[in-house]
């Protein structure tokens, strides 16, 4: 079987959490939550909601944990603060609540945005994980990088019509004791 859609599946929206990490962005200016929300709604999923975190390790560990005990949310998605900077504290804070790591979604999201920026992909500690049935996603904050990652990635792998498999099928599955 060749990797890719299949028409015939029935598409299972989810409901999706999208998270910036910044200092520095508004609603206004946050181009790359903008873009995740606006894509994940294209693809037929639910945005049921949007937050802006400043670049602390424990209000960020505090949201991801209360998007995680909400049964409400499937999927979260951040943007910002991946990169090497004393502020960059967003893969700190998932890893503090994976149950679960995704390490080949940093490796792929890496090699897809070497085309698009060359050596500079290994500046990003893009990462991914599952806790307490929640999906989790850190991607860099750039709008490029949201593209990359939600157009090569996330787009297929959060459609239950993806085959041979894709997140959305194992979300029940992630939820079991």
Request: hydrophobic content about 45%; proline content about 5%; some cysteine.
């Amino acid at each position: 079987m060749r990797p890719g859609l299949d028409d015939a599946g029935t598409f299972t929206p989810l409901a999706v959490a999208v998270l910036t990490v910044s200092d520095t962005r508004t609603q206004e200016t946050d181009h790359s939550g903008r873009l995740l929300a606006e894509r994940a709604s294209e693809a037929g999923h639910r945005v049921v909601a949007q937050l802006i975190v400043k670049d602390d390790v424990d209000l960020l560990e505090a949201q991801l944990r209360a998007w995680i005990a909400n049964p409400g949310i499937d999927v979260v998605i951040a943007t910002g603060g991946t990169g090497i900077t004393a502020r960059d504290v967003t893969p700190e804070a998932f890893h503090a609540v994976f149950e679960k790591e995704l390490p080949g979604f940093g490796e792929l999201f890496r090699q897809k945005s070497l085309a698009s920026i060359g050596l500079a992909s290994l500046l990003s500690r893009a990462t991914a994980g599952v806790a307490r049935g929640t999906l989790l996603f850190a991607l860099p904050g750039s709008t490029g990088a949201c593209r990359d990652a939600w157009d090569g990635i996330l787009r297929e792998l959060l459609d239950s019509r993806y085959r041979p498999c894709n997140l959305a099928e194992l979300l029940p599955r992630l939820r079991e004791d």
